[in-house]
Antibody, heavy 123, light 107 residues
Framework: EVQLVESGGGLVQPGRSLRLSCAAS????????MHWVRQAPGKGLEWVSG????????DYADSVKGRFTISRDNAKKSLFLQMNSLKVEDTALYYC????????????????WGQGTLVTVSS | DIQMTQSPSSLSASVGDRVTITCRTS??????LNWYQHKPGKPPKVLIY???SLQSGVPSRFSGSGSGTDFTLTISSLQPEDFATYYC?????????FGPGTTVHIK
């Protein structure tokens, strides 16, 4: 069974940093791209960042580009999100999600999600 | 970036109703469109991928259609457990985008 468990959230002041982790199990971690998605209070889902299986392709939403860094450690089956220069508007529940593909390997979707870790940015 | 819109933003419906939600993208994404259901306190759940493929374990009352820039999620007969927020999401680019969501309320 695929399991994704996020950790590292908490209360932090604006301008400070936080590092989120996602521990994966139940699948061959280094076979799949991974993503971070967040939901701010009362808002919809917002894609944050994604990373390919070998870290060769990395993307960020414009709202976090230059402040957040995604990484992965395939040996430890872990995904990370280093968040620097945090802003009040980064307050959200952060999910990690695993990509799956259709049977032909073309169409990607986020098939498995963790329960999320809450980040609160406030003074 | 690929922009996405959904309509309506919310709707009220009764158990047994047929519900249709529309998603439109700012550029042609072929069939790289997924639909998710999200309930409070739970992670999102994929319902439909590749515009019209039903995810394993999802009830057959859910269906998806469309290609290019216009897509539809249909619930053929709304059940009590279907009251939730629904999001479309494009995977045409590795920079993913979600639609703003459609909340389905009980009438």
């Amino acid at each position: 069974e695929v399991q994704l468990v996020e950790s590292g959230g908490g209360l932090v002041q604006p301008g400070r940093s936080l590092r989120l982790s996602c521990a994966a199990s139940g699948f061959t971690f280094d076979d799949y791209p991974m993503h971070w998605v967040r939901q701010a209070p009362g808002k919809g889902l917002e894609w944050v960042s994604g990373i390919s299986w070998n870290s060769g392709n990395i993307d960020y939403a414009d709202s976090v580009k230059g402040r957040f860094t995604i990484s992965r450690d395939n040996a430890k089956k872990s995904l990370f999100l280093q968040m620097n220069s945090l802003k009040v508007e980064d307050t959200a529940l952060y999910y990690c999600a695993k990509v799956a593909y259709d049977s032909n390997g073309y169409y990607a979707h986020l098939a498995n999600w963790g329960q999320g870790t809450l980040v609160t940015v406030s003074s | 970036d690929i922009q996405m819109t959904q309509s309506p933003s919310s709707l009220s419906a009764s158990v047994g109703d047929r519900v249709t939600i529309t998603c439109r993208t700012s550029q042609n994404i072929a069939s790289y469109l997924n639909w998710y259901q999200h309930k409070p306190g739970k992670p999102p759940k994929v319902l439909i991928y590749a515009a019209s493929s039903l995810q394993s374990g999802v009830p057959s009352r859910f269906s998806g259609s469309g290609s290019g820039t216009d897509f539809t999620l249909t619930i053929s007969s709304l059940q009590p457990e279907d009251f939730a927020t629904y999001y479309c999401q494009q995977s045409y680019r590795t920079s993913l985008t979600f639609g703003p969501g459609t909340t389905v309320h009980i009438k």
